[in-house]
């Protein structure tokens, strides 16, 4: 840029009595820098802010026109700010589509094609060449993302073109050292069948993609887009032959004039602390020969090799600058009517007038035509470049130009050679792999293997995926049928173990307390329990024990049937005598003589339990003959079917529960009504206790038991059955029990005798009392 200023201010007639200078600002290539730099060229002598009321533009810059920035991520951001005071921006390098919208960057301009030009250019190499699948790598940011995105775009409307995978490297990719998110982009490569990878990203990201190409022997085509494809840094990379081919473009490429020499004459034999400085942290040329050094550097001296310096000047982007400058010159010729080595126009302008006339600009340098378009692109063309790795170092070639037009121009014999080896490299067709299906697509080529689906498998060569049956699971690499794990409560469980236990000392108790009963049939606290009605109600309780055992191991017809059913009946015959017991005790101690004839009716005990029971009967009956639970399988997971019972029919299973519950709060009314009777045994107040235990339990078992999926569901309908035998057994028998053994002092006629006559002495003092 430097060369460019002096050479137009020092060349007579271009801008006469006209002097061009410059600022430069070094932004790091960082958005916050190029902020700072921008506000800073901005910045002038009169106050920037002014009050809202008053009617002016802002204050009109010092600095006329900007070239820059290098990325297109820091341009869009600088572009917003230029804007504000109608500052011509014209970068050398930001090809991103997006800086072609003049509503949001109305000063934006460039000296390199836009990449819309670019991506449609790659797209038509690859149709060009034949090839049939592509893969693409692109960036999150403002380059990499939209030329990925565009150029997937383009090839996705083709007709016979895939593309069979799209990476996106994150932002700070070449920053953040990701070896993970390397080893699956590596991966992803190698295990793909793509012809060509486009890889649309800045060269930093590349380095370290084709570090890993070279490492794992890639050996793939690359389509390398103009943020590298002319990179020195990628091409002398040892052994970058065995990442494979190179095919890349570049916007045209040309040598800016004289500038070489001007290099080479500007610093031979001079002191120049930058190139010093330059050299001891990069000694480029320091394998140069004495005679190649330059003329007055001796052998002691650390010196560069003037030729070798100018051979390292970057070409393409050094043009572009070049071509920014004279875009500028021209503007401002244009814009003070100079012509002749006269300019005509001598008053201050405004940079919104410069900027008008270098959007009309329309001239050629150096066999470069350049004008701008309504977008503010030029129509430069790019250069299709190739890779000769044969050679070395690495040389790049130039084989074919394409336009903006659409025209493509590479040798035929080029593209007959590239198609040639298409034809005999790839195969449309796909294999896949077991555990895959082949999903055919519109385009022949775009076919994909896809993964079966859960409870599916495939043994693989395109066989379509089926369905595993009922009984089995598909493996994990959907390639075979597995059978599924039959799962119920097992005898071994701890928590079986358990109930398993207390089922068998219930049944122990249960047998201990009818012999006790059985010895002590004659005595008073046997027959203040109904007398033959305790054995019924124990034989009852005996066996809800033993069902407790139907719900443990895996299901079968006759254990389901047994189960729920039998249970109903049998603690319905279990309250049933209770509640005759009920009866007897309220008829012992009631003296309303017309009260007192109803329930003499009613007291007749066997009557009682087996209407009583009789109903529960006419209901599981029924149930066992209509609709009896059953043995089912039930799926849970992928991988277990449980077996359980079914209970053939809710409604059944719902009137048994709501009969015992019925029958269990009839009892509770009554024992709770009779806790006031002289009855020495309490029989009464145990038997509210043990049918109010009964209905919590039951009350808490229908919520969990709805909600409850799994083998543990047969265990809490145990658990429940359990609790509510043990509420009847520990509450209402073992007192008597108790009493039978240790305290057999009241265990008489007399005993009971004096008990009811204190207690109705102590009524009557109580009814002269009050």
Not at 248 to 265: L, Q
Not at 388 to 405: C, F, K, L, N
Not at 440 to 463: H, L, T, Y
Request: glycine content about 4%; overall charge neutral; proline content about 5%.
């Amino acid at each position: 840029m430097i060369y460019a200023i002096t050479e137009i201010n020092q060349r007579a007639g271009v801008l006469p009595n006209f002097t061009i200078g410059y600022d430069i600002y070094d932004t790091c290539g960082d958005v916050s820098f190029a902020i700072r730099a921008t506000l800073q060229m901005l910045k002038n002598r009169d106050k920037c802010l002014v009050p809202p009321t008053f009617q002016s533009a802002l204050p009109e810059p010092q600095t006329k026109a900007v070239i820059g920035e290098r990325y297109s991520e820091v341009s869009i951001a600088v572009a917003r700010v230029f804007a504000l005071s109608s500052v011509a921006q014209i970068s050398y390098s930001s090809t991103s589509e997006q800086l072609s919208s003049k509503l949001k960057f109305p000063t934006f301009l460039r000296t390199v094609p836009s990449d819309l030009y670019q991506t449609k250019a790659i797209a038509e190499l690859v149709k060009q060449f034949n090839w049939k699948t592509v893969g693409i790598i692109g960036s999150d940011d403002e380059y990499g993302k939209y030329g990925s995105d565009s150029i997937a775009d383009i090839i996705s409307k083709s007709k016979d073109i895939c593309i069979e995978f799209t990476e996106i490297l994150p932002d700070n990719f070449s920053t953040n050292n990701s070896k993970t998110r390397l080893a699956l982009l590596v991966r992803k490569i190698n295990a793909s069948s793509a012809e060509a990878v486009i890889v649309f990203t800045k060269e930093a990201n590349v380095v370290i993609i084709m570090e890993a190409a070279i490492k794992h022997n890639l050996n793939r085509t690359w389509i390398a887009s103009d943020a590298w494809s002319t990179s020195e840094n990628i091409t002398a990379m040892p052994r970058i032959e065995m990442a494979g081919e190179v095919f890349g473009f570049i916007s045209k490429r040309n040598e800016v004039p004289g500038f070489k020499d001007y290099v080479i004459s500007m610093f031979n034999g001079t002191n120049n602390t930058i190139l010093e400085h330059h050299l001891t942290q990069y000694p480029l040329c320091s394998n140069q020969s004495e005679k190649n050094r330059g003329s007055n550097c001796s052998l002691t001296e650390q010196c560069l090799d003037l030729s070798c310096l100018a051979s390292y000047v970057d070409q393409d982007e050094s043009y572009y600058i070049y071509l920014a400058v004279q875009v500028i010159v021209e503007g401002l010729r244009s814009l003070l009517k100079c012509h002749k080595h006269v300019c005509e126009r001598s008053t201050p302008f405004t940079a919104l007038e410069l900027l008008m006339e270098i959007k009309k600009v329309n001239f050629t340098v150096n066999t470069t035509h350049i004008f701008f378009d309504a977008n503010g692109d030029p129509n430069i063309g790019y250069d299709i470049l190739r890779w000769v790795m044969a050679e070395s170092p690495t040389r790049i070639q130039t084989i074919g130009h394409y336009w903006p037009d659409g025209k493509f121009e590479v040798p035929d014999d080029l593209v007959r050679s590239m198609r040639n080896v298409t034809v005999t490299a790839y195969n449309c067709s796909k294999t896949c792999k077991p555990g895959q299906e082949l999903k055919k697509q519109s385009k022949p080529c775009c076919n994909i293997c896809v993964p079966c689906a859960e409870g599916e498998f495939s043994p693989g060569d395109g066989v379509e995926c089926k369905p595993c049956s009922s009984w089995n699971y598909s493996s994990p690499e959907r390639d075979i049928c597995l059978e599924k794990m039959v799962d119920f409560l097992n005898w071994s469980d701890p928590f079986n173990i358990f109930l398993s236990v207390l089922g068998v000392f219930g049944i122990i108790v249960s047998i201990v307390f009818a012999i006790l009963f059985a010895i002590h049939r004659r005595t008073p606290v046997v027959k203040a329990v109904g007398g033959y009605l305790c054995f019924l109600e124990l034989l009852s309780l005996l066996l809800c024990f033993c069902l407790t055992f139907s719900f443990v191991g895996e299901p079968t017809e006759a254990s389901c049937k047994v189960g729920l059913p039998l249970f109903g009946i049998a603690f319905s015959l279990c309250i049933s005598c209770i509640l005759a017991n009920l009866l007897q005790i309220f008829v012992g101690f009631n003296f309303d003589l017309k009260l007192g004839s109803l329930m003499k009716k009613l007291n007749q005990p066997l009557v009682v339990v087996t209407i009583v029971s009789g109903i529960q009967l006419a209901l599981c009956v029924p149930w066992l003959y209509l609709h009896p639970p059953f043995p089912e399988y039930k799926d849970i997971s992928s991988e277990i079917v449980l077996r359980q019972c079914n209970k053939g029919t809710p409604g059944f299973f719902i009137a048994m529960l709501g009969y015992n519950a019925f029958l269990a709060l009839i009892c509770f009314l009554f024992a709770f009504k009779g806790q006031k009777l002289p009855d020495l045994y309490k029989n009464a107040s145990l038997i509210t206790i043990s049918m109010l235990l009964f209905l919590i339990v039951w009350i808490f078992f229908i919520p969990i038991y709805i909600s409850l999926v799994g083998k543990y569901k047969s265990a809490i309908e145990s658990s429940a059955i359990l609790i509510s035998s043990y509420s009847i057994l520990g509450c209402h028998l073992a007192p008597k029990c108790y009493i039978m053994v240790f305290r057999k002092e009241i265990n008489n006629e007399n005993a009971i005798t004096l008990y009811i006559r204190k207690h109705y002495e102590q009524s009557d003092i109580t009814v002269v009392k009050s």
